[in-house]
């Protein structure tokens, strides 16, 4: 199953994801790092789909790009955030990367030592449609829905509340 | 296609948002890294239910409830940080000491 077009996409799709989130964290314009987050996240949505997971690949689409990244914007403005180069890293950066590239090495290292040589075999996954989805969500795991209907709309609420301007 | 490049990929973009997090001195930009951070374990949690999962639909299914938290915690997250802009006219996480001990 594995065909030679899989692992290119493959590639191509995880260079783009590195290259964006690189840019994301270290650029010195705010809304090019909102829109670079953009990049990484239709990354992971074709990731999904390369692991035959299209339901998730639209659900991924439309709540993250579709709206966490436009609260992120909404965000940007409201905060007056100066549009054009600023400042946005702080003194500790150098400390900071050494910090993620050892975090790096240690997680890539295990994980490449306890999964090397395993090849996803899609044979299970390539059947599913969002049908199935739905059926093991109201059935298996119906009371973790239930759980995160109510954050969500406890979240709704909260944010409203802290937010509201007159008190 | 060996699982370890999703693995891999998806502790590289972890460490991405890690370097954001520490890094970064908006508040807003460091609830960006943390969305990297979500992402990629969304790739760990599909890669892992093709591989190992009992039908391949259960990883798939914890990446929704991660979309879904991540929704929640970036609507509560932003109200925060435009309730500390409104009383301090500014987002900077260095000046935001003071719970500090």
Request: glycine share 8%; aromatic share 12%.
């Amino acid at each position: 199953m594995a065909e030679w077009w899989q692992e290119g996409a493959f590639w191509l799709f995880a260079l783009i994801m590195v290259f964006s989130a690189l840019r994301v964290v270290t650029t010195g314009n705010v809304i090019h790092a909102a829109l670079y987050l953009v990049g990484t996240l239709l990354g992971a949505a074709a990731m999904f789909v390369l692991l035959f997971a299209e339901f998730l690949a639209w659900a991924q689409v439309l709540v993250y790009v579709g709206a966490i990244v436009v609260l992120m914007l909404f965000g940007l403005m409201l905060t007056r955030a100066p549009i054009g180069k600023g400042k946005f890293d702080n003194d500790q950066r150098w400390l900071a990367a050494l910090c993620a590239a050892a975090l790096f090495g240690v997680t890539s290292y295990i994980l490449v030592d306890a999964f090397d040589g395993e090849e996803i075999s899609f044979t299970r996954t390539v059947g599913i449609t969002a049908e199935d989805v739905g059926d093991v969500i109201f059935s298996v795991y119906v009371l973790p829905f239930e759980v995160v209907s109510v954050l969500l709309l406890a979240a709704l609420v909260g944010a409203v509340v802290i937010a509201r301007r007159d008190r | 296609m060996p699982i370890s490049y999703f693995l891999v990929l998806s502790a590289l973009l972890f460490s991405i948002g890690v370097y954001g997090v520490l890094a970064r001195q908006n508040a807003v930009l460091v609830l960006l890294s943390i969305e990297l951070m979500l992402n990629s374990v969304n790739i760990n949690l599909v890669a892992f239910a093709a591989q190992f999962g009992e039908n391949g639909v259960g990883g798939q299914i914890f990446a929704l409830f991660i979309i879904a938290v991540a929704a929640a915690e970036v609507g509560v997250g932003l109200a925060i940080v435009i309730l500390i802009f409104r009383n301090r006219q500014s987002v900077d996480i260095d000046e935001m000491s003071l719970m500090k001990w």
